[in-house]
């Protein structure tokens, strides 16, 4: 992934579905190149649950997703994989759920079946979402 700013540039009379698809890959984008840069190096793995692990490289990346959906929502609810917080997609309104790493057994083993998930839901139902996975080349 590249280190430009890939931060949408959209004209002024866009929809407000395709502002959220644009920004749902952006994030996308932006979180798995921060998930990719920590790929294959050296780090703790903490438990989270039974069967659930967490990296530090899951939360970077969460935090990056959540900038750049701020950056254009800021008002939106964000319901990310790692939060502590409640993690219901409400019902009424807008909201974004986050996967940072989707696959984190894969990622801490330095396999490359992983990837960033970002989806825009508006009233409980998705309206874009997008999945990247750097390590396959995408």
Same mark, same amino acid.
């Given at each position: 992934m590249s280190d430009i700013d890939e931060s949408p540039v959209l004209p002024p009379d866009v929809s407000d579905a395709e502002k959220r698809a644009a920004v749902t890959e952006a *994030?996308?984008?932006?979180g798995a190149r921060v998930a990719n840069d920590a790929f294959r190096t050296d780090m703790p793995v903490e438990e989270k649950g039974a069967d659930d692990v967490v990296t530090e490289a899951d939360r970077a990346a969460q935090r990056t997703v959540?900038?750049?959906i701020r950056e254009?929502?800021?008002e939106d609810t964000v319901?990310?994989?790692e939060e502590d917080a409640h993690?219901?997609?409400p019902d009424e309104?807008? *909201?974004w759920v986050i996967d940072p790493i989707d696959g984190t057994h894969n990622f801490v083993r330095e396999i490359r079946f992983w990837g960033t998930a970002v989806a825009a839901v508006i009233d409980g139902e998705p309206v874009a979402a997008a999945t990247v996975a750097p390590a396959l080349g995408d």
């Open positions: *994030a996308a984008r932006a959540i900038e750049r254009s929502f800021p319901v990310g994989e993690k219901r997609v309104g807008a *909201a």
